[in-house]
């Protein structure tokens, strides 16, 4: 098989990057390891930037997140047992959006399938060849061996996936951070409660609650790391949400039947070796953020805005410029956002063995990005993102 472009992954990163290249009238080929269902049914991320979803109507497929997207305006704190509100309004009037990223590609993968672009499913990529030349992309297609030839191959396959492993001394331009502690994520058929939302520090560790959905409730537990979520019953884990998000309103979460459960652990990554030869990463592939700030999708966005103005560069104009500096540019954008996701998640958690003392100094943290001037302005650019360079 032979295209311009071999993207590897059908998760945000590379079904955006298609459509980018779609509009530009380059051919690609996505090769995805994992089933059609598997990756609709992905549970993940769900807060949109404003320049994530102008990024979706430009391309053309905000059309269902425009009409059912929810805008929220105030970001809601609780720590102490006191309820703190920050508003989250740009000085346009731009405002974050709730829409679950399996919606994002799901409107993705409609749209490639109407206009007949090439997804293969369940087409695991095992090697890649000659990537400083005519690169060569390895795969298996039901048990059987092909090949991918290609102009230039995008990374976008997650954390765990092999682009990574192909750029010569990725592990020694990494750098990472583990947290002591997981995340259980719940998706629940229970109404979101408006007044019982956003972040909540307690004593026995973090809670989230937000909204997937006017009916679908996203919520969220800091556990240990080898929590089997088998084990906790939705009565335990609804009364222990509770417990956390109460801040002596008397006001309860909506139950409803949980539908999804998953742990997934928190670490920040980032490899500043995103580029080698004609491979570039793009999203979790090159950089990892912990949930807290709810970063990962958005960031995956801004790299592939980059990338597909690389790659036009490139094959459209024969004009490397772009490619020599692609990781310095993507990560002016991802050093700033891991470092707030990093700040959040140090200040909204119980650690292992934390002292009062420490407690202390998180709500004093808390307390200055909530309530004095510069912390807001802090928060609202950071939550809001910032601004492409391209
Ligand atoms: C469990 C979990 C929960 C999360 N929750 C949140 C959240 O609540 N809020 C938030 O902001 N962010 C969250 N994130 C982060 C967010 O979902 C990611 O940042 C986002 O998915 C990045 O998109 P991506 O396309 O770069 O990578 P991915 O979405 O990981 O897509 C990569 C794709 O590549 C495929 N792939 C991997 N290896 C191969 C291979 N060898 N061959 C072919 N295909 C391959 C994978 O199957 C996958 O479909 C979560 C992430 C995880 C893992």
Redesign the pocket.
């Known amino acids: 098989m032979r295209t311009q472009v071999g993207i ?8 955006l990057l298609g459509r980018l290249l779609d509009m530009q009238g380059i051919d690609f080929v996505i ?4 089933s059609l269902d598997y ?1 609709l049914a ?6 949109l930037e404003p320049g994530t979803v102008q990024t979706l109507r430009d391309c053309g497929v905000a059309d269902r997140l425009d009409r059912e997207g929810l805008p929220h305006e105030i970001m809601q704190f609780r720590w102490n047992k006191t309820r703190n509100d920050i508003p989250l309004v740009g000085e346009d009037g731009s405002k974050l959006v709730t829409y679950g ?1 399996a919606e994002v590609v799901k409107d993705l993968i409609e749209y490639h399938e109407a206009a007949g672009n090439r997804i293969i499913f369940e ?4 090697g890649l060849d000659d990537l400083e030349g005519r690169p060569v992309i390895g ?1 298996t297609d039901g048990g059987t061996a092909r090949t991918l030839t290609c102009d230039f191959v995008a990374g ?7 682009s990574r492993k192909a750029i010569p001394e990725a592990e020694a331009h990494s750098f990472i951070k583990e947290y002591p502690f997981s995340w259980l ?1 719940i998706l629940a058929q229970a109404k979101p409660n408006r007044e019982l939302r956003g972040f909540a520090h307690s004593t026995r560790g973090l809670a989230v609650a937000s909204a997937r959905s006017e009916s679908l409730g ?1 919520l ?1 537990l800091q556990v240990p790391h080898d929590l089997d979520p088998a084990t906790m019953s939705d009565e335990e884990i609804w009364a222990e949400l509770d417990y956390r998000m109460d801040d002596g309103s008397g006001e309860r979460l909506s139950r409803g039947p949980i539908i999804e459960k ?1 742990v ?1 652990r928190l670490r920040g990554f980032v490899c500043t070796r995103m580029q080698h030869g004609r491979l570039c990463l ?4 090159a950089h ?2 912990p ?1 807290s ?8 966005v801004g790299d592939v805005r980059v990338l597909s103005e690389t790659i036009v560069r490139l094959l459209k104009r024969d004009d490397a410029s772009l490619l020599d500096s692609y990781s310095e540019i993507c990560l002016r954008r991802i050093w700033p956002t891991v470092h707030w996701s990093c700040l959040m998640s140090d200040n909204v958690h119980m650690f292992p063995g934390q002292s009062r003392f420490e407690t202390m100094m998180q709500y004093e943290m808390l307390d200055h990005l909530v309530n004095s001037e510069t912390g807001r302005l802090r928060m609202r650019e950071a939550m809001l993102g910032r601004p492409y360079e391209i």
Do not use: W
């Open positions: 590897i992954g059908a998760g945000p990163a590379g079904l090769l995805e390891q994992r990756v992905r549970v993940r991320a769900g807060v990223q087409a695991e990529v095992a795969f976008c396959d997650g954390f765990h996936g092999v994520g996203r969220y998953s997934a793009a999203g979790d592939a990892i953020v949930p700030g709810a970063k990962g999708l958005n960031l995956a």
